[in-house]
């Protein structure tokens, strides 16, 4: 039998650093949702006792320093399956990006054993033991819009969809580590978006509110050590996005628009400076 989850990039529409916790973790208040590009995961179970990954992507770890190894092999040890498993992922989204790639593939591989073998696990059961992997698969397991908080781990999904919208996500050619990010901040100096305002925005389905107060602790600091990401939310801003915010750690930054003709616009425009320029759709949930 073969299973095919979809893996979607995560976005933040605000985050907001609170504080560094003692275990060196920072304590986190996040609105997160998921857009229409995807990773695909198909996965097989095999006889003998392995679980091998194969991908499109040459530059991707396929041992255990994959999430998606790692999501298997703890699902393996708390449900204790005895056949292997073989994904093979194709890759659509960019590396270490801030778009939450692995952490998706590792949801999806969550997702897909659970199919697969019938384990009957619970989406609170797999969020408990994927936080070891990557803070963000809980909320890529419920991948709907939420308010994140904890290190990731406390998600709690929101009545409605984030305001429907295109969005253009561009990647700049860098790679942000989201370790060095966190180890370089300092928290008393950060900017703190208001994330209850954006709550309440959604759950009034006021996208005008919404875009008002779209914000991101982490922005500065990763605009200070790489120019470029300033330069296109600068750019964004000017080519008439709505609104325009770096997701994660970054180094994507994602244009809001309401309208169709200016989403295309904005990516048309933005193909001049980056690559790596993708025009999207927020998912409906
Ligand atoms: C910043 C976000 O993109 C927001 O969505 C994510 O929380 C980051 O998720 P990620 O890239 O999968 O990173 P993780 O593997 O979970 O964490 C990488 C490292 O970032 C730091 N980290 C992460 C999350 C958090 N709440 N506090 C932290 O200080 C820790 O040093 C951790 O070892
Ligand atoms: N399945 C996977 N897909 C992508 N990266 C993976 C995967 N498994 C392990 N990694 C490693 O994780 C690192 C971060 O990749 P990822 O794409 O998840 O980052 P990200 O988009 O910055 O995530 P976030 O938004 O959570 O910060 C990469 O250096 C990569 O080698």
Known sequence: ME???????????????????????????????????????ILTAIPTDDIIIKTDNGFLPVDRKNNIYQAIDIMKK???????VE??????????????????DAAAAFRGVNRLFNLGAT?????????????????????QTALVTGVGDR??????PMPQCWIVLVKPKISVSTPRVFSKIQVDSLSHPNIKAIY???ENQDYQEMIQHLGNSLESYTMEVFPIVKYV????LEFGADAAVMSGSGPTVLALCKKRSRAVHVANALKGFCDEVYLVRTLNR
């Not at 093979?88 to 952490?103: D, H, R, T, Y």
Request: with cysteine; charged share 20%; proline share 5%.
């Open 3 to 41: 299973i095919i989850e979809k893996a979607p990039a995560k976005i933040n529409l605000g985050l907001d650093v609170l504080y560094k916790r003692d275990d060196g973790y920072h304590e986190l208040e996040m609105i997160m949702a998921s857009v229409d590009l995807s990773d695909r995961l």
């Open 78 to 84: 708390t449900y204790g399956f005895t056949q292997g």
């Open 87 to 104: 994904v093979n992922l194709k890759k659509n989204l960019p590396v270490a990006a801030g778009l939450g790639g692995g952490s998706s």
């Open 123 to 143: 989406l609170e059961e797999m969020a408990k033991l994927s936080v070891p992997i990557g803070t963000d698969i809980p909320y890529c397991l419920y991948g």
């Open 155 to 160: 998600v709690t999904p929101l009545s409605h």
């Open 200 to 202: 309440h925005a959604i």
């Open 233 to 236: 939310k600068n750019k964004m």
